[in-house]
């Protein structure tokens, strides 16, 4: 079992930067794939970056590509998201998950844990 908290969002101001933490729970993080996904509303939940067990190999949507950066420290515990130069439609629930299965899986379905997300918003 796997407990996720998400920190870090908030208000900014378009153009600005945050960075989002989540925290895990338990001793075998780092045998977990990590990814961030955000949700609008009226939206589905969409695949924003994943990190690899190891944060040898990371993946992004081709809209944060160049603006978001994912990293993981196996030692904390901790996945983050740095978000620069965010954009009114960056404005979401940012979520994070652990997935077993897969090596950097970009599909909600194959996380097994979610945390309960974190309000971003971006505005004009």
């Given at each position: 079992?796997?407990?996720?908290?998400?920190?870090?969002?908030?208000l900014v101001q378009a153009g600005g930067s945050l960075r989002l933490s989540c925290a895990a729970?338990?001793?075998?993080?780092?045998?977990?794939?990590m990814g961030w996904f955000r949700q609008a509303?009226?939206?589905?939940?969409?695949?924003?970056?994943?990190?690899?067990?190891?944060?040898?190999?990371?993946?992004?949507?081709?809209?944060?590509?160049?603006?978001?950066?994912?990293?993981?420290?196996?030692?904390?515990?901790?996945?983050?998201?740095?978000?620069?130069?965010?954009?009114?439609?960056?404005?979401?629930?940012?979520?994070?998950?652990?997935?077993?299965?897969?090596?950097?899986?970009?599909?909600?379905?194959?996380?097994?844990?979610?945390?309960?997300?974190?309000?971003?918003?971006?505005?004009?």
């Amino acid at each position: 079992q796997v407990q996720l908290v998400e920190s870090g969002g908030g208000l900014v101001q378009a153009g600005g930067s945050l960075r989002l933490s989540c925290a895990a729970s338990g001793r075998t993080f780092s045998s977990y794939a990590m990814g961030w996904f955000r949700q609008a509303p009226g939206k589905e939940r969409m695949f924003v970056a994943v990190i690899s067990r190891s944060g040898g190999y990371t993946s992004y949507a081709d809209s944060v590509k160049g603006r978001f950066t994912i990293s993981r420290d196996n030692t904390k515990n901790t996945v983050y998201l740095q978000m620069n130069s965010l954009k009114p439609e960056d404005t979401a629930v940012y979520y994070c998950a652990a997935s077993s299965g897969g090596y950097a899986p970009v599909s909600t379905g194959r996380y097994d844990y979610w945390g309960q997300g974190t309000q971003v918003t971006a505005s004009s």
